[in-house]
T-cell receptor
Framework: NAGVTQTPKFQVLKTGQSMTLQCAQD?????MSWYRQDPGMGLRLIHY???????DQGEVPNGYNVSRSTTEDFPLRLLSAAPSQTSVYFC?????????????FGSGTRLTVV | TQLLEQSPQFLSIQEGENLTVYCNSS?????LQWYRQEPGEGPVLLVT?????EVKKLKRLTFQFGDARKDSSLHITAAQPGDTGLYLC???????????FGTGTRLQVTL
């Protein structure tokens, strides 16, 4: 099925470890974003991209790195995991047309840092 | 940082009741979206409102965008257990990659 695919679904890391959360979309969307979701705080934007080769920081970028070498893929790297990065991470892709835009979210990665 | 406050945070009602969820901000948004999220899944888009004062209906759900484009409401008529979930509003000011999400309203509808 078309959509946004995130892997892994669950992950446990030790403090200081690094890892990459994968995100791929097959809808040829220009825009892609990473959000984290914590209880009582909604979703907060980590990094976003408006096209291949172009990325920018969102609201909470510290400790995370991204790159966008292709339209389809937008991986999120945790450089040195900390307990404060325990969260559920969502990748989203979106299009924009005539003032309207549509977001499609992946099913999330639940990350625990111990 | 633009904030979107949603109220109430939690709502537990019985099947058949009506409810309204509010989404308020001090910032102006060019458009606003409402999402529903179920446990273990990502948010799913319900509606986008673009014009101040705009009202959109989706079956038993009615969405309104405030005249000043700073607030929005979601009204559900005759709630059903299938409406249970986390409802999120999200405002857009810049590119389609940047949405500001509200704090969420968790709705539980029981028989």
């Amino acid at each position: 099925n078309a959509g946004v695919t995130q892997t892994p679904k669950f992950q446990v890391l030790k403090t200081g470890q690094s890892m990459t959360l994968q995100c791929a979309q097959d809808m040829n969307h220009e825009y892609m974003s990473w959000y984290r979701q914590d209880p009582g705080m909604g979703l907060r934007l980590i990094h976003y991209s408006v096209g291949a080769g172009i990325t920018d920081q969102g609201e909470v970028p510290n400790g995370y790195n991204v790159s966008r070498s292709t339209t389809e893929d937008f991986p999120l790297r945790l450089l040195s995991a900390a307990p404060s990065q325990t969260s559920v991470y969502f990748c989203a892709s979106s299009y924009s047309s005539g003032g309207y835009y549509g977001y499609t979210f992946g099913s999330g990665t639940r990350l625990t840092v111990v | 940082t633009q904030l979107l406050e949603q109220s109430p945070q939690f709502l537990s009602i019985q099947e058949g009741e009506n409810l309204t969820v509010y989404c308020n901000s001090s910032s102006v948004f060019s458009s606003l979206q409402w999402y529903r999220q179920e446990p273990g899944e990502g948010p799913v888009l319900l509606v986008t409102v673009v014009t101040g004062g705009e009202v959109k209906k989706l079956k038993r759900l009615t969405f309104q965008f405030g005249d000043a484009r700073k607030d929005s409401s979601l009204h559900i008529t005759a709630a059903q257990p299938g409406d249970t979930g986390l409802y999120l509003c999200a405002g857009k000011t810049g590119t389609a990659s940047k949405l500001t999400f509200g704090t969420g309203t968790r709705l539980q509808v029981t028989l």
